[in-house]
Nanobody, 122 residues
Framework: QVQLVESGGGLVQAGGSLRLSCAAS????????MGWYRQAPGKQRELVAV???????NYADAVKGRFTISRDNAKNTAYLQMNSLKPEDTAVYYC????????????????WGQGTQVTVSS
């Protein structure tokens, strides 16, 4: 059993900052990649940022230069530092991890967190 638990969402004014955390726990052999997605009302879920086990990062154009993804491999935790927030960043943010569970050979599985609300007021 693998779980992802997110924290750090909330309400912030435009221009402000928030930091999201995602902690993975359970029968984990290795974490290949961790990422953040978001879904605004009436819109499809979209990739925000992703980081590999080696630290390679990729960002959506809309957040480049404002958001920073990082991870602590020892803690199986990923972070999303969000600066210069805009009202259009308002969404439910979901953590995603590509994980090789213990006892499942080398097969990778996708796991999702429960989501955390980020609301940016103008």
């Amino acid at each position: 059993q693998v779980q992802l638990v997110e924290s750090g969402g909330g309400l912030v004014q435009a221009g402000g900052s928030l930091r999201l955390s995602c902690a993975a726990s359970g029968r984990i052999f290795s974490i290949v990649a961790m990422g953040w997605y978001r879904q605004a009302p009436g819109k499809q879920r979209e990739l925000v940022a992703v980081i590999s086990s080696g630290g390679t990062t990729n960002y959506a154009d809309a957040v480049k230069g404002r958001f920073t993804i990082s991870r602590d491999n020892a803690k199986n935790t990923a972070y999303l530092q969000m600066n210069s927030l805009k009202p259009e960043d308002t969404a439910v943010y979901y953590c995603n991890a590509e994980i090789v569970p213990i006892g499942m050979g080398s097969r990778r599985y996708d796991f999702w967190g429960q989501g955390t609300q980020v609301t940016v007021s103008s």
